[in-house]
């Protein structure tokens, strides 16, 4: 895709970390920017940053890990943008202990968000990206702090 101007990115984990730059350089060309993220004040933060650059945004607060929170995101997207060119499964957490010292709630959360998460995200969007016909990527990170 080369020319991004108008076109529409969703991204999850949005509110801060590599989804928050992700956000800003989808901005910085233009692109009308879908943030996602189960943090809502950090969300709230972040679109209105985005916002003041003069892209036209949607904050979603979400937990990926939640299909049905997934798929009310994509129909917000929807309604609000139609057509989502560039999507970042960007969402991931980690249980911030050792392997054998995570607890079977660390794992089911971890895989909740990281598995199920990018799993969801993709069944709720990609079906439409490719219905439409237009050029699209979907890229799937994850990260931790």
Known sequence: ?????????????????????????????????????????????????IA???????????????EAEVRRLAERTAERFGAVHLLFCNAGVGAGSLLWA??????????????????HVVNAFVPAMLSRGEEGRVVITSTTS
């Open 102 to 119: 995570s607890t079977a709630k660390d794992w089911e959360w971890t895989l909740g968000v990281n598995l199920w998460g990018t799993v």
């Open 1 to 49: 895709m080369k020319d991004l101007k108008g076109k529409v990115a969703v991204v999850t984990g949005a509110a801060s970390g590599i989804g928050m730059s992700l956000a800003r350089a989808c901005a910085a060309e233009g692109m009308r920017v879908v943030l996602a993220d189960v943090e809502g004040e950090a969300l709230e933060r972040a679109s209105r940053e």
């Open 52 to 66: 003041e650059t003069g892209s036209e945004t949607l904050a979603v607060t979400v937990d990926v890990s939640s």
